[in-house]
Antibody, heavy 122, light 112 residues
Framework: QVHLVQSGAEVKRPGASVKVSCKAS????????IHWVRQAPRQGLEWMGV????????TYAQKFQGRVTMTRDTSTSTVYMELSSLRSGDTAVYYC???????????????WGQGTLVTVSS | QSALTQPASVSGSLGQSITISCTGT?????????VSWYQQHPGKAPKVIIY???KRPSGVSNRFSGSKSGNTASLTISGLQAEDEADYYC????????????FGGGTNLTVL
């Protein structure tokens, strides 16, 4: 059974960075892309980018380019999303989500982490 | 890139059917059969109910169906049940020179 378990809630000051982890289990980690999606309070879903665990190639949404970095640690089956230069508008729940197409992506997400609330406040 | 357009809210009575529309452009919904739909209950992570336009993942009720016409995708829920009350989001791949995913603004479904 696929499980994605994310790190706990964070409170950050404006200008700081946050790094959220997503530990995968129940499947072959290297085979499936992981996407990151965020949701601001009472708002909709917003795609941030994707990482291919094989080789670590990333693609980021234009909105976040220069501020987001996605990495992976194959030894622990964990993916990380780091967002820098935080501002109040980055307050949101951040989700990791698995793409079920092995070795590629059809841009849909079959399993989601539980979400990590990141609060940016002075 | 603007979000896909969904109605903010829809409602239906128990047992009835409702349809939620998701309007994009020829760069996203209109060009690719890569629309997915997600159901989200309050405080929970989204759950996929339709992928690649009209396919249902294993375990999802056949009361949920998806379709597309031109630049508009649709989600139909038949035989409404109380547990269907949730937020629904469409999602599409955006192609051309952009490798990108875009969501709709979400639709809140109320079951009367």
């Amino acid at each position: 059974q696929v499980h994605l378990v994310q790190s706990g809630a964070e409170v950050k000051r404006p200008g700081a960075s946050v790094k959220v982890s997503c530990k995968a289990s129940g499947y072959t980690f290297n085979k499936y892309y992981i996407h990151w999606v965020r949701q601001a309070p009472r708002q909709g879903l917003e795609w941030m980018g994707v990482i291919n665990p094989t080789g670590g190639k990333t693609t980021y949404a234009q909105k976040f380019q220069g501020r987001v970095t996605m990495t992976r640690d194959t030894s622990t089956s964990t993916v990380y999303m780091e967002l820098s230069s935080l501002r109040s508008g980055d307050t949101a729940v951040y989700y990791c989500a698995r793409d079920p197409v092995g070795g590629g992506t059809n841009f849909w997400f079959d399993s989601w982490g539980q979400g990590t609330l990141v609060t940016v406040s002075s | 890139q603007s979000a896909l357009t969904q109605p903010a809210s829809v409602s239906g009575s128990l047992g009835q059917s409702i349809t939620i529309s998701c309007t994009g452009t020829s760069s996203d919904v209109g060009s690719y059969n890569l629309v997915s739909w997600y159901q989200q209950h309050p405080g929970k992570a989204p759950k996929v109910i339709i992928y690649e336009g009209s396919k249902r993942p294993s375990g999802v009720s056949n009361r949920f169906s998806g379709s597309k016409s031109g630049n508009t995708a649709s989600l139909t829920i038949s035989g409404l049940q109380a547990e269907d009350e949730a937020d629904y989001y469409c999602c599409s791949y955006v192609g051309s020179n952009i490798f990108h995913v875009i969501f709709g603004g979400g639709t809140n479904l109320t079951v009367l």
